[in-house]
């Protein structure tokens, strides 16, 4: 579609989704800030997507995008995957919810058993129903195994919206993310900075510490193998949050892509074949914390208690079992990341020939973009950014997205092109 003569982006995107924009009305009225999750708040309007399939999604206005959002980073083989979609209807035919156990569970548990290194070997698997519930029952079973309270994370890593997870998001750090934290619940957590070891050392020191709860993206190979050492020699639990780059890395996750092996694992995303579904799996001895035992005082008392409506259901278990028997192949990770390699070299030659500061950086299909300085920052950046990129077709979920193994050489020339018009856009506004 022609650019309007003289209109800014926020002018353009209203132009060009008028029925985005009567539904953003009406989510109004129905929803706190009209929308359903913090990330698709966005100003001055969200998109409304009608279907999806492959790298593309169109919304209700008729626009087509590549998308990079990726199901929030769950669709690593993209929209609507033959073998996925095939496994999830035949499954809801049979039934969307037995509340009993089933076999495609047994499977599913298997797979994630094969793949995970934490898991091999006589590691075990519980369910449940996203990456904010595998975190935190992770921290759950670490607190009950050890018998200590306080946990360690990395200050801006995030592992969902439960309490724990609030804490050290954003300066300042030892303020929540969200209002409505008790400050129990803060003072059992300790946010230190990452790739420093000596901070984690002083964190470790005390002697209270049940678990260490950290992302593996953007860390150096040294420091999670130093990380490794001092938490086996502290008998800290070691819990990597693998919700994103789990089954993304490599087969094994980053865990397998980096070589060191924590204690606990959390998955959630490819997991579930972008179903709703997460998990907690890895060492038994910690993961028979939540075993039922005839032992009364080890019921009421020490036993770890997990229910869950949805835990494990049978589609969720469908589509994980379909998508973890094709992901299982590291040729689908190889071909996500050979096109993000592509993509972040030609937006690094776009920054060049603009001469404006910036570049795009990211591991393996993980794509990130980097405006050394800005004139905007912030929220307004990145909806300025995405904005402008989906004028283009694009379709960022922040200031970069995720790439999947069935994004072609079309899908990378499109991104480039619109990411040049996008910095043309951004400079005539004086955002950059």
């Known amino acids: 579609?022609?650019?309007?003569?003289g209109a800014t982006i926020a002018e353009e995107l209203e132009i060009r989704h008028k029925?985005?924009?009567?539904?953003?009305?009406?989510?109004l009225d129905v929803f706190p800030s009209g929308v359903t999750h913090d990330s698709r708040y966005m100003q001055p309007l969200p998109i409304y997507v009608t279907h999806a399939r492959g790298s593309h999604k169109w919304d209700v206005d008729g626009n087509e995008y590549v998308d990079y959002f990726g199901g929030h980073g769950a669709l690593i083989l993209g929209h609507?995957?033959?073998?996925?979609?095939?496994?999830?209807?035949?499954?809801v035919q049979k039934g969307s919810h037995y509340g009993a156990n089933h076999e495609l569970?047994?499977?599913?548990?298997?797979?994630?058993?094969?793949?995970?290194?934490?898991?091999?070997?006589?590691?075990?698997?519980?369910?449940?129903?996203?990456?904010?519930?595998?975190?935190?029952?992770?921290?759950?079973?670490?607190?009950?195994?050890?018998?200590?309270?306080?946990?360690?994370?990395?200050?801006?890593?995030?592992?969902?919206?439960?309490?724990?997870?609030?804490?050290?998001?954003?300066?300042?750090?030892?303020?929540?993310?969200?209002?409505?934290?008790?400050?129990?619940?803060?003072?059992?957590?300790?946010?230190?900075?990452?790739?420093?070891?000596?901070?984690?050392?002083?964190?470790?020191?005390?002697?209270?510490?049940?678990?260490?709860?950290?992302?593996?993206?953007g860390l150096s190979t040294d420091y999670l193998q130093?990380?490794?050492?001092?938490?086996?020699?502290?008998?800290?639990?070691?819990?990597?949050?693998?919700?994103?780059?789990?089954?993304?890395?490599?087969?094994?996750?980053?865990?397998?892509?980096?070589?060191?092996?924590?204690?606990?694992?959390?998955?959630?995303?490819?997991?579930?074949?972008?179903?709703?579904?997460?998990?907690?799996?890895?060492?038994?001895?910690i993961m028979d914390m939540l075993d039922h035992r005839p032992d009364e005082e080890w019921q009421r008392y020490k036993r770890v208690s997990h229910p869950g409506t949805f835990n494990a259901n049978p589609v969720s278990a469908a589509a994980g079992v379909a998508c973890l028997n094709i992901v299982g192949d590291p040729a689908v990770q190889k071909k996500a990341a050979a096109t993000a390699d592509s993509i972040r070299a030609g937006i690094n030659d776009v920054f060049e020939k603009r001469g404006i500061g910036g570049s795009a950086g990211g591991e393996v299909s993980i794509l990130s973009i980097e405006f050394y300085n800005p004139n905007v920052t912030g929220r307004e950046l990145v909806w300025r950014f995405r904005g402008a990129m989906q004028l283009g077709g694009i379709d960022f979920s922040y200031l970069g997205g995720m790439v999947s193994a069935v994004h072609d050489e079309r899908d990378v020339d499109q991104t480039v092109v619109a990411f040049d018009q996008a910095l043309e856009r951004l400079q005539a506004e004086g955002a950059v």
């Open 105 to 217: 569970e047994v499977e599913w548990g298997k797979l994630v058993q094969r793949l995970v290194p934490s898991t091999r070997g006589g590691g075990k698997v519980k369910f449940v129903s996203s990456g904010t519930e595998a975190t935190l029952m992770a921290l759950r079973l670490a607190r009950a195994f050890t018998g200590k309270e306080v946990v360690v994370k990395m200050r801006g890593h995030f592992h969902g919206w439960h309490d724990y997870a609030t804490v050290g998001m954003s300066e300042p750090w030892d303020v929540p993310s969200s209002n409505g934290v008790p400050l129990a619940v803060q003072e059992s957590m300790r946010a230190i900075p990452s790739n420093d070891v000596e901070a984690l050392r002083a964190a470790l020191a005390p002697g209270d510490v049940a678990a260490v709860i950290m992302l593996l993206n």
């Open 1 to 5: 579609m022609t650019q309007t003569r």
């Open 226 to 285: 130093q990380v490794r050492e001092l938490t086996r020699e502290e008998g800290v639990v070691l819990i990597f949050d693998e919700v994103v780059t789990g089954f993304r890395y490599a087969p094994g996750g980053a865990q397998e892509y980096f070589g060191v092996t924590p204690d606990l694992t959390t998955h959630a995303k490819i997991l579930a074949g972008g179903y709703p579904g997460g998990s907690v799996s890895g060492r038994a001895d």
């Open 19 to 27: 029925r985005s924009a009567d539904l953003y009305t009406q989510a």
């Open 80 to 91: 609507c995957h033959p073998g996925v979609t095939e496994a999830v209807v035949e499954q």
